[in-house]
């Protein structure tokens, strides 16, 4: 690859979720360090790029798709889904409708859009807005390991962009899953000469939460 | 005839096809529908077969940008009177001016387009226009000039719905708009003369009622929907929840900020 073995991979990652639900604001804690308490509809799809420094060998540049949370009611989400390799979905801890609704997103995801080797692509649950979690339904927090398993979810985090909460670990655990699914896919027999990324030798970030 | 006539509910008003969410939705939905045609015209009238915007290898899809300029009518443009002279033309015309909308703005900003090869640089490029494209000077002259038929899209739609009848929502179509008679416009519903009533008349297949949600402690957001008034006119009326007065009207936004938000805002509220 480029000069000194150094890798730079390229993600395409989807923020989906009900409307309000806070993807907007995560991604702007997440890429910009900021938070807004004004609501503020997406329409269509926004988009950012964050630059993550794995390691020393390996550069990723994060492509977020934020899609507004109306778009499920709509038809046009394939075309915003195609091509990304990961996705977060997002519910709101004080709205129990926006978490009946993440199983509609997931689907919505599984339906249109496939890893090249037909898997689906792995998603991460966020249960945002987890500031005010006294005030939401989710009784015992456990019982999500189970629901993620159930749905297919590769993790799922509590997660508040207001007080900067969970955010940096599900990404992390978001992009591990994807390079572990990158691995096997551009490498299929490893015949040791490609340049790997070092997850053997344990670099890869400790996986909270994992189910 | 005399007292507020309640809106028929949703169940007897006719929506194109597939939506019952949102109303601009729709109206994207049906734009969507002749969306392929959308980059023909993007190549016709611009004279842009090498546009990046089109070109498959960069996978960037109209979708990814004309949707925040219609389901918003341009407010999100960073001109103020560039959106008002916009949006005129819509209230006056009919909604096919907002494809020359679309179209004027790919053509002012070509050139710079045509210099960027990277998806990263061009969707913020092009969805956050920069005020010296977007200006009143520079966009208007070129919207004036780009004119898109409704024969035109009317052409392309019954192609779409020879094609792949399933997806082309019906109900509405393409003309400017005249008298009306849905469910809940009645025949007596006269067109009017003021802009007010020809922005309803327009509007009307698509808006025809917007739902107010149960607001939640939690959730507020301002609300904007059609009220019938007696003898079949109707009004505007917006809604605006305290909090939400709180949230987007808070001292020293610039009403202008504060419009945009609410406009924004009630465009992604359920029908009902």
Known sequence: MAAQGKKEHLYKI???????????????????QFFSPHYRATIGVDFAL??????????IRLQLWDIAGQERFGNMTRVYYKEAVGAFVVFDVTRLSTFEAVQMWKADLDNKVLLPNGKAIPAVLLANKCDLASEGFLGNINQLD???REKGFHAWFETSAKENIGIEEAARSLVAKILENDETIDHPQPDGDGIRVGEEDGR???KTKCC | ERGVRIPPRAGKVKLPGCCNFLPCLCLLTLVVASLSSLSDMIRRMAQMQQNMIVRDSLSIHPLMYITSWFMCLFTTLPCWDTVLAICDLIFLEGYQRLFCGALAILEVCSAELLAMDRIEAILPFIQKLPSRLASHQVLIPVLWRTSVTCVELERYRSI??????????????????KKRRTASSVASTPVSRSLLGRIITALTPVLH??????????????LIYLKHLPGGKMRF???????ATQSVCHPGRERETIWR?????SMSLPLK
């Open chain 1, 14 to 32: 989807l923020v989906i979720g009900d409307l309000g639900t806070g993807k907007t604001s995560i991604i702007k804690r997440y890429v910009h």
């Open chain 1, 50 to 59: 964050k630059v993550l420094n794995w390691d020393n060998s390996t550069t």
């Open chain 1, 146 to 148: 189970d629901y993620c």
């Open chain 1, 204 to 206: 890869a970030p400790k």
């Open chain 2, 160 to 177: 779409l719905l020879r094609d792949n009848p399933a997806t082309v929502p019906t109900g509405t179509d393409f003309k400017t708009p």
């Open chain 2, 209 to 222: 009622e917007m739902y107010l949600p149960p607001v939640t402690q939690r959730f507020k957001l301002p």
């Open chain 2, 237 to 243: 009326v917006w809604m605006v929840t305290v909090n």
């Open chain 2, 261 to 265: 938000t609410l406009i924004q805002n």
